[in-house]
């Protein structure tokens, strides 16, 4: 499941509901809030977290919180009256590592309880299923990290995860924004500090694939529309969308748009089209060898023989040939996406910029 994050600092305005609603409708189904945020007054907390449940329910999106004991205390709720939780449109509770595992256990026969992914134990779990947890209703849950490199190491997140998997946890992670960031420090909120100026959803494919994760959610509270565009086509259609421009005014440009697949042969140092080559044939005219770099865009010109047509992203950067048209090349911002659609029969989309 895909999620966003939506933070109780000040009253849900129109924008920020039009989002959540944009996100939704675009596949994403979950809202992760918190109420312990030391810098906020909570005072106004829970008649904020009263209309964003409304909202959550009318979406039918999960609302899941991250929450202290005395927070939920500040604000009139207590883990004693789960009932009263639910009510506010909560379907599960981010737990704070001071509270008892027995009061986890016991809520989790409620709602859905989610653990702190990176410090639960073999202790933890033992005395979960001491008291009775119903493991159906946990989770495990990393942090996000707003200050930059204080993120974790993949390698670490990934033994974590694995482990956890074993034990039966649905493992959740971060992943950040791209336009409203989140302060103090506006510095992304990312699980993985190689992901906090990345594109969001090439980490969240990354953490997918990679690291045993199976729940996103966008830490920062917005990203832009291109983006948004993006996570739609990603989680709708399995495609994966690259925006591109020509190089020196390709008249070949145009044979590379629209929508390929990686071959199930994937290559080495390639993204290939599996049937670029074999649509409506075209001579393609050789036009001089440039410089393939990562985030080129290629066909294969008539020198190749019966390659010619061939539509390929280099994966790394290879050598001048002439045999090879660079007509285009991926904006910036989506060079990270080239390696997620590396996988065998991964769709891609090619869109003009």
């Known amino acids: 499941m895909f999620g966003i994050s939506v ?19 675009n596949g994403f189904k979950g809202i992760f809030s918190s109420l312990h945020i030391p810098e906020d007054d909570t005072s106004r907390y829970r008649q904020r977290l009263e209309v964003l449940g409304n909202l ?11 929450i202290s004991g005395e927070a939920l205390h500040k604000i009139g709720l207590s883990f004693d009256r789960p009932a009263e939780l639910l009510a506010t449109g909560i379907t599960g509770l981010r737990m704070d590592y001071a509270i008892e595992n027995q009061v986890m256990a016991e809520l989790s026969q409620h709602l859905k309880v989610a653990l702190n992914a990176s410090t639960i134990t073999d202790k933890d779990v033992s005395e979960l299923k001491m008291h009775q947890a119903n493991f159906q209703n946990m989770e495990a849950w990393h942090n996000y990290y707003p200050r930059p490199e204080t993120g974790l190491a993949k390698e670490i997140v990934t033994q974590k995860n694995q482990w956890l998997k074993e034990l039966g946890f649905r493992v959740m992670a971060f992943v950040p924004g791209n336009q409203k960031l989140r302060g103090p420090l506006f510095k992304g909120l990312p699980t993985l500090e190689k992901h906090r100026n990345g594109h969001p959803l090439a980490a969240a494919i990354e953490l997918v694939r990679e690291c045993a994760v199976e729940d996103i959610y966008l830490g920062d509270p917005q990203i832009d529309a291109r983006t948004m565009k993006q996570f739609k086509d990603y989680l709708t259609e399995e495609t994966i969308l690259l925006h591109a421009e020509p190089v020196q005014e390709s008249s070949y440009f145009s044979l590379i748009l629209g929508t390929h697949e990686n071959r199930f042969d994937p290559a080495r140092d390639a993204v290939r089209s599996a049937d670029a080559r074999f649509r409506e044939p075209t001579e393609i005219i050789p036009a001089g060898a440039l410089p393939r770099t990562k985030g080129s865009i290629t066909i294969d010109n008539q020198k190749y023989g019966r390659y010619m047509g061939e539509i390929q992203l280099p994966l790394v950067d290879l050598p001048r040939d002439e045999k090879v048209n660079v007509v285009g090349q991926v904006i910036a911002e989506d060079l990270p996406l080239i390696n997620s659609c590396s996988q065998a029969g991964q769709k891609f989309r090619i869109k003009l910029v």
């Not at 933070?7 to 409708?25: A, R, S």
């Not at 959550?56 to 991250?66: F, H, I, R, S, T």
């Open 7 to 25: 933070f109780l600092g000040e009253d849900l305005n129109e924008e920020t509901e039009q989002f959540i609603c944009q996100m939704n409708e």
């Open 56 to 66: 959550a329910n009318k979406l039918k999106m999960e609302l899941m919180v991250d």
